[in-house]
């Protein structure tokens, strides 16, 4: 297990280097961020000026060096665009994200579960049909355009609900955070549903087809003739058998949620990391760019060691070489 | 499993439990007044100096004051200096600074924090080392005197130092930019009570302000980038105001009892520049012009006025801007000193504008890489930087094929294209023809002529400081003659005149073919009143709530 964990540990340095190395490169590529910064009738020299100020008059190998010497201090850079260190302003979004985030990953499981495994059970009633048609409703559909369409019937057209932004923040167990109180979370479901609609689409389906296959082996034969109550045969017999794909794509789709959240970020105008990337991007805040990149990929790399471990927890036959 | 779902049911109540300490929101008392705006996007950073950008510097102002301050109409007004003397000469301007002020942590305003923060100006972080281009120096002459000498006469200089904030030395000597960000201290309206980035700024006013006290006690601002969803909050009622309505929404609000649209002309003009005044135009190119003599056909007067002729442009503002947008004739906004009202539109004539072209010289080809045109040029633009920016080029591109004239539209995003027209872009001189907005809020006509039409060459400014966003290197002697003069001319009367001719010679030249001014658009509830900037600044003081 030992060996396992270092195994995995150099893995993702060896990943995170790569990473660095190339959104540095790119990044460089997608536009001057001196120009946007510097006034638009300023003279040459003032641009000038401002490029040395950001050491970006150095040839791109000595920037890079330059940055990965102070990663190592663990120093990732000052934001362009903030003026503040870029590792602080990440943090400082991560909460809200994780939010959305949090609820999403509950709501996926929660129903995609219970849907997945009903319309696996009996795939021919009218109800699983009505399932499954609302799946690919929920893959096809945009998820703006349905975040859109729900803040227009539930906000604007009822008034159930608020149309966009973070609520109050609450304090449990000396962590401060919006779901802790009843105004954020009706700040919070519109846009960990929005986050969810995909992902529960693809899970149904994902957990129907594998429970579809599961039901028709024989042990189920033999656990409902010892007399196992169905609920049991389906939720301590079936379903953990047909979990590893599912959890395999569900850290996917974990890891997709935290990093690219940016669209629905941007429609529920919710402070998370997305619309920090996406903000970045557009100017060329590289130092913000680079550090995010390097975190996501150090996440996805995480995750994905996670979901190893709880195949060995779900399958005793599986062993990790 | 038992054991789970108990120690789980635990859990939930102890968590539903602490939900119940959380502090209520206080019941507002009948003494205040509490508005919430949804503005398009977050402040960058609450240090005034790094940022010369419109939202930034509106919300820096309700913080920090400068000496002199901004009325409605763009003109100037005392703020931190309650009067000032200006030299025989005009080399001397000596401003009286306001005695009762203090800064939000209790220090006392002097002139030492006045020479501190133009001190501050010129380092390399802060935009506004402009501001103090023609001054020489600057002292204190006592503690409520500053004295700042010219180089030569800076008649616009109010213009110029009403942006530059005034910080307080104590507080910020010797810190970097960042901690200053982090806490501000100004002398403005209202303090900085809560700041979450992205997602609140909260303003409190400043019961110690040294002025007229604004109505609203408390304002609160949203950044929204996303337009669909500013909208839907006003319709919501979960703000109270929005900026930049889009155009698609404003009917349906309208229709809406509980709300009031806001509509005035605003500051940016879009126009179109173009090479005509080099034998050599985008030297470093990949899409050259391509004639068929070989030459630079923005150099005659005939092709350029041909071009005008051949743009509609009430089509456009009606087509493409839905109506929410004024064609102008020149840069200057029509309040500001020194405008012409004399200049007319050119009409849209495409048959006059293919005469033009025939009698300049670029007649129709019938062979060649040409066939079928006169001559091929590359239009430069934005597509996401400017309301309906691509599809205004687009129909630029439209018009100008029917005369004759071939367009390779090359659309950028706005991070790559103000790189590529800047004159320091690394790739060279790329572009000969351009559509760009500029927006000035100086009030002044000579500021904008002196940016947008004094003389620069490809090589480099003519005049520094002069002409750097003049990027057809359009030159005129007598132009500059007149800027010069009116730059040096105190009697607002006699400048307007110089810079009256300053248009009209322009107009004549076709130095620049402006197209039209953007509409600032807002949408209250009908309990607000509000009375916007004309420079898009929106300010919790020109907030009123009617009860």
């Given amino acids: 297990m030992l060996k396992l964990v270092i195994k995995r540990l150099f893995q993702m340095v060896l990943v995170l280097l790569i990473v660095s190395l ?85 709501i996926t499981g929660v129903l995609s579960v219970l849907f997945g495994v009903y319309a ?54 000396g962590i401060k955070s919006s779901l802790f109180t009843l105004n954020g979370l009706k700040h919070l479901i519109l846009p960990a549903i929005t986050l969810s609609l995909a992902n529960i689409a693809t899970l149904i389906r994902l957990i129907r087809a594998g429970m579809q296959e599961t039901l028709k082996q024989d042990y189920i034969k033999y656990a ?58 557009y100017s060329v805040d590289k130092p913000i760019i680079v550090s995010y990149l390097m975190i996501v990929s150090a996440m996805f790399v995480m995750i994905n060691f996670l979901v190893d471990i709880t195949y060995i927890i779900i399958d005793p036959r599986v062993k990790i070489k | 499993m038992r054991k789970l779902s ?66 409605r109409n763009l003109q100037s007004v005392p703020g931190l200096a309650e009067s000032w003397e200006i030299s ?15 800064f939000h942590n209790g220090n006392q305003f002097t002139a030492d924090d006045v020479i501190f923060s133009f001190d501050r100006a010129k380092e390399p972080y802060s935009k506004y080392s402009q501001v103090l281009g023609l001054v020489k120096d600057y002292k204190k002459l006592d503690d409520y005197t500053v004295a700042v000498n010219f180089t030569s006469p800076d008649v616009t200089f109010l213009s110029r130092i009403r942006i530059l904030s005034i910080l307080d030395k104590e507080s910020f000597e010797g810190k970097d930019e960042g901690y200053v960000a982090l806490h501000p201290n100004g002398t403005g309206k209202y303090k900085l009570a809560e700041y979450v980035r992205e997602d609140r700024i909260v303003f409190t006013r400043n019961e110690d302000y040294w002025g007229e006290k604004p109505q609203v006690t408390k304002v609160i601002y949203k950044p929204i980038t996303n337009d669909a969803t500013r909208t839907a909050n006003i319709l919501s009622g979960n703000v109270d105001l929005i900026v930049n309505v889009p155009v698609r929404d404003v009917d349906r609000l309208r229709k809406n009892p509980d709300l009031n649209i806001i509509q005035q002309p605003g500051l940016r003009v879009i126009y179109l520049n173009y090479a005509g005044w080099t034998d050599n135009p985008s030297p470093d190119t990949k899409y050259p012009i391509i004639s068929p003599k070989g030459d630079n056909p923005f150099k005659s007067l005939k092709v350029r006025q041909a071009m005008r002729h051949a743009i509609n442009i009430d089509e456009i503002v009606e087509r493409i801007m839905n109506g929410f947008a004024t064609p ?96 320091s872009n690394p790739m060279g001189d790329v572009t000969h023809f351009l559509m760009t907005g500029w927006a000035d809020s100086s009030g002044e006509g000579v500021t904008k002529a002196l940016d947008l039409l004094y003389s620069y ?36 009367d006699k400048r307007a005149e110089l810079v009256r001719k300053v248009w009209e010679i322009a107009h004549n030249d076709v130095a620049y073919i402006p197209l039209y001014f953007e509409h600032d658009i807002f949408a209250a509830r009908k309990n607000i009143m509000y009375h916007p900037m004309p420079n898009k600044y929106v300010y919790a003081w020109d907030i009123e709530i009617v009860k």
């Fill in chain 1, 22 to 106: 190339i959104v540095f490169i790119l990044s460089s590529m997608i536009g001057d961020p001196v120009s946007l910064m510097v006034p638009e009738n300023a003279s040459p020299e003032e641009v000038q000026a401002a490029r040395e100020y950001l050491g970006l008059d150095k040839p791109i190998h000595v920037q890079y060096l330059i940055f990965m010497r102070d990663v190592v201090k663990g120093n990732f850079g000052r934001s362009y665009r903030y003026y503040q260190p870029a590792m602080k302003v990440i943090l400082e979004r991560i909460p809200a994200t994780l939010e959305i985030v949090f609820l999403s990953v509950l």
């Fill in chain 1, 120 to 173: 696996g059970a009996y795939p021919k009633r009218s109800s699983s049909k009505t399932i499954m048609t609302f799946s690919i409703i929920g893959i096809s559909l945009p998820s703006f355009w349905l975040g859109m369409m729900m803040i227009f019937i539930f906000s604007i057209y009822f008034g159930w609900l608020p149309p966009s932004g973070r609520g109050q923040l609450g304090t449990f167990l």
């Fill in chain 1, 224 to 281: 409902r003739s010892k007399g196992v109550s169905q609920r049991d045969v389906l939720y301590k017999h079936a379903l953990p058998n047909t979990l590893i794909p599912v959890i395999t794509i569900f850290g996917l789709q974990v890891g997709e949620l935290i990093a690219f959240t940016t669209i629905t970020e941007t429609v529920f105008a919710w402070p998370g990391i997305g619309k920090l990337l996406i903000d970045s991007i």
């Fill in chain 2, 6 to 71: 108990f120690i789980g049911l635990l859990l939930l109540m102890i968590g539903m439990a602490s939900m119940c300490f959380t502090p209520q929101v206080a019941a507002k008392s009948d003494e205040s007044f509490e508005v919430t705006v949804g503005i398009e996007g977050d402040v960058l950073s609450f240090d005034p100096y790094v940022y010369d950008e419109t939202i930034s510097n509106a919300i820096c102002d309700h913080v920090y004051e400068a000496l002199v301050l901004t009325d």
């Fill in chain 2, 88 to 102: 025989d000469d005009l080399l001397t301007w000596t401003f009286h600074l306001r005695k009762d002020v203090k």
């Fill in chain 2, 328 to 423: 102008t004739a020149t840069y200057c906004p029509e309040f500001f000193v020194g405008y012409n009202p004399d200049i007319k539109i050119p009409e849209y004539n495409p048959e006059l504008a293919k005469k033009l072209l025939d009698e300049a010289g670029y007649p129709v080809q019938d062979s060649g890489q040409l066939k079928g045109y006169r001559f091929q040029v590359t239009l430069d633009a934005p597509n996401d930087r400017y309301v309906n920016d691509a599809q205004v080029a687009q129909a630029i591109a439209g018009y100008l094929e029917k005369v004759g004239i071939k367009v390779y539209l090359n659309l950028m995003s706005r991070n790559v294209f103000f790189t590529y027209i800047r004159t």
């Fill in chain 2, 457 to 492: 060459d490809q090589t480099g400014p003519v005049k520094e400081g002069f002409g750097d966003v003049n990027r057809g290197y359009y030159k005129n002697p007598e132009v500059d003659r007149l800027i010069d003069e009116a730059l040096a001319t105190m009697d607002v």
